[in-house]
Nanobody
Framework: VHVVESGGGLVQPGGSLRLSCETS????????VGWFRQAPGKEREGVSC????????YYSDSVKGRFTISKDNTENTWYLQMNDLKPEDTAVYYC???????????????????WGKGTLVTVSS
């Protein structure tokens, strides 16, 4: 399974970015997809996850109300719309996917099965 992120870059505080994630090679639909980030010197954080069986969604407190996760109808592409970006949102963002059973919060706090290589988001004036 290949997972590829795109859409990172440099943005000013208060600005917006949309990250995209495309997958290929999966033989079955994923149970959950998500976005994670890791800032320099910090642990990886589950930012937002989307779970398909009971259709639950999770956002970390740090992004709630500013970020929105969504997917397209093909189920092999999903997005993270990031609004009102702050310098503390600067990090490498990874998209990930998994199979299994659990809530979106569970998946965002677990080690997903399939990972992209990451895309850098820098929020700075």
């Amino acid at each position: 399974v290949h997972v590829v992120e795109s859409g990172g870059g440099l943005v000013q505080p208060g600005g917006s970015l949309r990250l995209s994630c495309e997958t290929s090679g999966a033989t079955l639909p994923f149970s959950a997809v998500g976005w994670f980030r890791q800032a320099p010197g910090k642990e990886r954080e589950g930012v937002s996850c989307l779970e398909y069986i009971v259709k639950s969604t999770y956002y970390s407190d740090s992004v709630k109300g500013r970020f929105t996760i969504s997917k397209d109808n093909t189920e092999n592409t999903w997005y993270l719309q990031m609004n009102d970006l702050k310098p503390e949102d600067t990090a490498v963002y990874y998209c990930a996917a998994a199979n299994g059973v659990g809530t979106a919060s569970y998946f965002c706090h677990s080690d997903m099965q399939f990972w992209g290589k990451g895309t850098l988001v820098t929020v700075s004036s």
